[in-house]
């Protein structure tokens, strides 16, 4: 059914993009700066961020030609990466810190990216676009909405941290940390099984 293809592909992203955690590492470093300043990071993370993530949805697959990569290779790879970004979140309650770049650029480095458009939101985007053109279409809506979900956490992130608490806050990321491991034995299974068909028709 169209909505249960849609879920398959909307909750693995918004699990790894998170907003939850990455509200909290919005807030933790934007405290300081004045509203103005806070605009600018959030134009800039949810901008690129976005950007950067329809770049790989859309020629994806062909930098992977190129290098020769097979999506088995990526699976288990993306997968591995999601495997410990999720166990870093089921342990820290945070999605994995980055450091680096000025603070007048965070928004860019490293709230666009590795923050948000990190390894693993790449990997996931380039498998997901992989299953054929309906799924095209979901992951590109799933985005569209999920940073819009973005933009107004960080636009509202003063409001919703007084509802939810830092202690809530890292609770709901703890569990997206847990959902995150399941999905990526979930691509090790995918892909074992791929490898497996492949070699059983080579026969």
Known sequence: MFITDFLKVFVPLFVVLDPFGSLVIYISLTGEMNPAERRVVTKDAVLYGFLILIFFAIFGNYILYF????????????????????????REGDKPKSAGGQEKDIGIVPFATPLIAGPGAISLVIILMYDGFSFVIYTLVSLLIIFGILYLFFTHSEKIFEVFGGKGLKAVTRIFGLLLTAFAVQYFLNSFVQLGVLAFSGL
């Open 67 to 90: 290098f020769g990569i097979s999506i088995e290779a990526l699976e288990i790879g993306g997968g591995l990466i999601l495997l410990i970004m999720g166990i870093q979140m089921v």
